[in-house]
């Protein structure tokens, strides 16, 4: 039986459709501050997990959110090695990993900055790889 070579290009097409897929990057990087390793997004900016979010819900809306940005995801993204893409109360998706959503801190101005670290007596904390 031979395959003909219209059959072939589209298997190797539809192949070559998913790799992407399947060996995306992750939504995050690593960075060194001055408390060691973190997730950072990806201009480097240190992320944060706030402790009142529960079960892969964001509990940081309005005013919360100006101060504490969500790390944004796509509506294509797709969850996979400890990232989820959750759904945030105005429907836009957030990245969360291992299950506590991500964040930045408005008032980190470069990268390997931490000053939102144990902001709010804690609450928020450094996400570790």
């Known amino acids: 039986m031979t395959t003909s070579p219209i059959r072939l290009a589209l298997t190797l097409a539809a192949l070559l459709a998913i ?3 399947a060996f995306a990057a ?8 001055d408390k060691g390793n973190v997730l950072t997004d990806a201009k480097g900016m ?3 997990t706030f402790d009142k979010d529960a079960d892969g819900k964001s509990v940081c809306n309005g005013p919360c959110a100006t101060n504490w940005p969500a790390l944004k995801a796509e ?3 797709a ?5 989820t893409v959750i759904t945030r109360d105005d429907g836009s998706k957030q990245w969360a ?3 506590k959503p991500l964040y930045t801190f408005a ?3 470069k990268p390997g900055d931490i000053t939102g670290d144990g902001f709010l007596n804690g609450a928020w904390h ?3 790889p």
């Not at 992750?26 to 501050?33: C, D, E, I, M, V």
């Not at 969850?79 to 990232?83: L, Q």
């Open 19 to 21: 790799v992407p897929a």
């Open 107 to 109: 008032k980190d101005t």
């Open 126 to 128: 450094l996400a570790m």
């Open 75 to 77: 509506a294509s993204d």
């Open 79 to 83: 969850a996979a090695d400890g990232y």
């Open 46 to 48: 240190s992320l944060y």
């Open 26 to 33: 992750p939504p995050t990087k690593t960075g060194k501050t």
């Open 97 to 99: 990993h291992k299950g």
